[in-house]
């Protein structure tokens, strides 16, 4: 099938396609077949794919966009090689648009638009033309695909997508410097014709800046951007199509410069000169007051720091880092009679420098801070003020002076100043001050070894104000005067052995003194003058306060005399003089070959007390084997209680014990006779103020009535049952009359064993109530352990019971 364009504004285009088509030599299409019948794939046998002769080979139409006339417009021609122009043949397309966009006239093939179209919406639409037998519709080739193209025309301006745009660059960059790129977007065809070809300009603010007009860079056109002066600019930037050429379309967008900081501005303080006034009492590190260096930078351009040039010893400077401000302080305490004036040179410096705009001048600037000093009333000050020491001998007299304390007032006025002494510093009194002169005399006698330092606080205060107060340290300190004679140091004994031999060296002695002389001690020792003939021992003075005792013979003999008093008499270097005498004593003991003392008298043994190692083992080892045994003896006890508890527990027995005697209750031990609970048979009778009449033991009347009811029947039983109850109430009226026992009564009582016991309960409340017709026979039939509780509620004769 033949594809013809042969109308329309490209027609020129379309024959120059024809004739590249034609150059390339023998123009040829394959043919692919089209979703046919199933009939149709078998006709064209086993291959899909067939090489037909064509005269020419069209398969791309072009249609302008924007096409604003009334009738339709003509696309093309579509044409098959066996149409031979007698209308037999039905030409049809199918695919995008085929039918509603594009139209086709069956019979002569002709394409034509019935819609405006869009480039920008759309570029090509792709469709399948086919030729069909007229009568049979059935198709005479397979279909056959072709393009659409929708020819572009400058109908797009430039549009900037980004915008607005926002950019930045720093203050007094150089000319040329990039700040940002803008980009302009055209819908129309870039690969046709200018439509899509976009230049950049600048239509407001090219003062300042440029932009690049192919690339849409705008850079800097100045070098003197000062962010002081103007911070931001505000551009117009155009873009033009058609290569900026007559006609073209074009679009703007706004773009915002920010100016960026840079360090080029120092700091400066608003005045040269500040004042400020403080007291001269004003503490230290009290602020005098703040000044501030301003900066037209900004950000951490500004941060800056203060010093001090002139004036920093009295007063020193600190930065607020809040407020940027320096704080002028004092360092020192201020004295208004000294100086009242101070002028203090207090210089800002940026933190930040920018090497690159050091030439523009100094970054730093400086001003004076004037401060005056206000007077105020001060208490004296003492001189000299960190305190006095003063010096006295300890055997001075009551009323000596010791030294003088002064104290002045420091203002203008130089008020007269009074002196006392804080007592709680000299709560004994010791010294004593004079209000008017300060002179510390001696209240009492000093003790150098008592006491050798006296520290006390002496208060000045202004005769006419007297909370004008100050305080001054006055050490005394107690000049020592040879009053206490040397003596010996302990230890005074010293231990010879029975085998010394003469000239040996066997103690040294030393002393102590009290005393503290300026030029040292110097002690001198000799033997005392009784022991002048002592030929056992000689004292040797070694010269260094110290001195030897050394034997004069040998055989010493513990036996014969163990100890040797040895008097010494010691003399220190004055001045004057004093000395004392002291006495050693020397024992002889008893030593082994080494020389070693082994005992200094006859009985006393030196014993080691150290034990070996083994000794030790052998101690632990018994000691171990002493708790093994206890532990066993204790589980072999205990193992023997649990059994016979287990025993007990198994052996269940019924016991009965029967007493006649009334207690007072379990408090009560000494109503009754514990002796009756032991024979189960023999009770004695109840103790009773009142004899009475003979009354029987329980067990015997019970003995007696079950003999008398064997020999005289029911009648006797009856009988004795009312004597069992004239028993009861006998022993009731004993009990009441009986002023020794408790005065409460003893109620016994028995478990009730369950409703379904057979034996229901034991208690004897019920024998004694009208209910004696109860039947007890059961209890016979128990065993022989309750054979004699049987005995006792045998059934008896009613009428005997009744009379």
């Not at 007269?416 to 010791?430: A, Y």
Request: net charge negative; glycine share 8%; with cysteine.
């Amino acid at each position: 099938m033949t594809h013809f364009w042969t109308a329309g504004p490209w027609a020129p285009l379309a024959a120059l396609a024809l004739l590249s088509c034609c150059g390339f030599g023998s123009c040829e299409a394959s043919r692919t077949s089209g979703s046919t019948s199933e009939g149709n794939r078998q006709e064209q046998g086993p291959s899909s794919l067939e090489r037909v002769k064509r005269g020419w080979v069209w398969n791309q139409f072009f249609v302008v966009e924007e096409y604003t006339g009334t009738e339709p417009l003509y696309v093309g021609k579509i044409h098959t090689d066996s149409d031979e122009g007698e209308g037999n043949i039905k030409y049809t397309i199918s695919g995008e648009g085929a039918g509603s966009i594009f139209i086709i006239d069956e019979l002569t093939g002709d394409i034509h638009a019935t819609e405006r179209l869009d480039r920008e919406e759309k570029a090509f639409y792709t469709l399948r033309a086919q030729a069909r037998d007229r009568l049979s519709n059935d198709p005479l080739e397979p279909e056959s695909e072709f393009v659409i193209k929708v020819q572009d025309i400058n109908d797009s301006e430039p549009k900037f997508l980004e915008g607005p745009y926002i950019g930045s660059v720093a203050e007094l960059s150089p000319i040329g410097t990039s700040v940002m790129k803008v980009t302009a977007s055209d819908a129309d065809d870039p690969t046709y014709g200018s439509s899509a070809r976009v230049v950049y300009s600048v239509l407001d603010g090219e003062k300042f800046f440029t932009v690049d007009r192919h690339t849409g860079i705008i850079m800097t056109a100045v070098a003197d951007l000062d962010r002081e002066t103007q911070d931001r600019y505000e551009l117009v930037v155009k873009a033009t199509d058609m290569a900026g050429q007559m006609g073209g379309l074009s679009g703007s967008t706004t773009v915002t410069i920010v100016i960026t900081d840079v360090n080029d501005n120092p700091p400066r303080f608003p005045q040269k000169m500040y004042q400020f006034s403080v007291s001269e009492g004003a503490a230290m590190g009290t602020p005098v007051g703040r000044v501030i260096a301003t900066d037209a930078d900004m950000g951490d351009n500004t941060d800056m720091s203060y010093l001090i040039k002139e004036g920093g010893d009295l007063f020193k400077v600190s930065t607020d880092v809040e407020t940027q401000e320096a704080v002028v302080s004092i360092k020192k305490p201020l004295d208004f009679e000294s100086k009242r004036t101070h002028n203090v040179v207090v210089e800002a410096v940026n933190k930040h420098v920018d090497p690159r705009f050091v030439d523009l001048g100094s970054f730093r600037d400086q001003t004076i801070v004037r401060v005056s000093v206000s007077d105020i009333d001060e208490p004296p000050i003492f001189q000299p003020a960190e305190g006095t020491i003063m010096e006295v001998q300890e055997d001075a007299k009551v009323g000596a002076l010791v030294g003088v304390v002064t104290a002045r007032d420091p203002d203008v006025k130089n008020k007269p100043v009074r002196f006392s002494i804080d007592r709680t510093t000299d709560q004994e009194m010791i010294f004593h001050i004079d209000p008017d002169s300060g002179a510390i005399t001696l209240g009492k006698i000093l003790d150098r070894e008592t006491a050798g330092w006296h520290n006390i606080t002496v208060k000045a205060v202004e005769a006419e104000n007297h909370t004008m107060a100050s305080h001054s340290a006055v050490s005394i300190r107690i000049l020592d005067v040879n009053d206490n004679p040397p003596e010996l140091a302990t230890p005074y004994e010293a231990s010879i052995c029975e085998d010394a031999k003469p000239g040996q060296l066997i103690h040294t002695i030393s002393v102590v003194d009290r005393d503290e002389p300026q030029t040292g001690h110097r002690f001198y020792f000799t033997l005392a003058p009784e022991a002048s003939s002592n030929r056992h021992f000689t004292l040797w003075d070694v010269k260094d306060n110290t001195a030897g005792i050394r034997t004069q013979r040998s055989g010493f003999n513990r036996h014969e005399q163990n100890v040797y008093f040895l008097p010494i008499l010691v003399v220190d270097s004055g001045p004057p003089s004093l000395s004392s005498t002291g006495t050693l004593t020397i024992h002889v003991c008893g030593c082994d070959t080494e020389g070693a003392i082994q005992s200094c008298n006859a009985t006393a043994y030196v014993m080691s007390a150290a034990l070996s190692p083994g000794a030790l083992i052998a101690l632990l080892v018994c000691m171990l084997i002493l708790i093994v045994l206890v532990l066993l003896i204790l589980t072999l006890k205990r193992h023997r209680k649990g059994q016979r508890m287990a025993e007990d527990e198994e052996d269940m027995r019924d016991n009965v014990i029967k007493y006649n005697d009334e207690g007072g209750g379990e408090q009560d031990t000494q109503a009754y006779d514990m002796s009756a609970l032991r024979n189960l048979y023999d009770f004695p009778e109840a103790k009773s103020c009142d004899p009475g009449p003979d009354l029987r033991p329980l067990p015997q009347w019970v003995q007696a009535s079950r003999v008398a009811g064997g020999a005289e029947g029911p009648a006797a039983a009856m009988a004795d049952f009312s004597q069992f109850k004239g028993y009861i109430r006998k022993k009731v009226e004993q009990a009441d009359a009986d002023l020794s026992v408790p005065p409460y009564d003893s109620f016994q009582t028995y478990a009730f064993e369950g409703s379904s016991s057979p034996a229901l309960s034991l208690s004897s409340i019920h024998t004694l109530s009208t209910a004696s017709e109860q039947d007890f026979s059961y209890l016979s039939d128990w065993g022989p352990r309750f054979r004699q509780l049987a005995g006792y509620y045998a059934p008896g004769n009613p009428e005997e019971e009744g009379s």
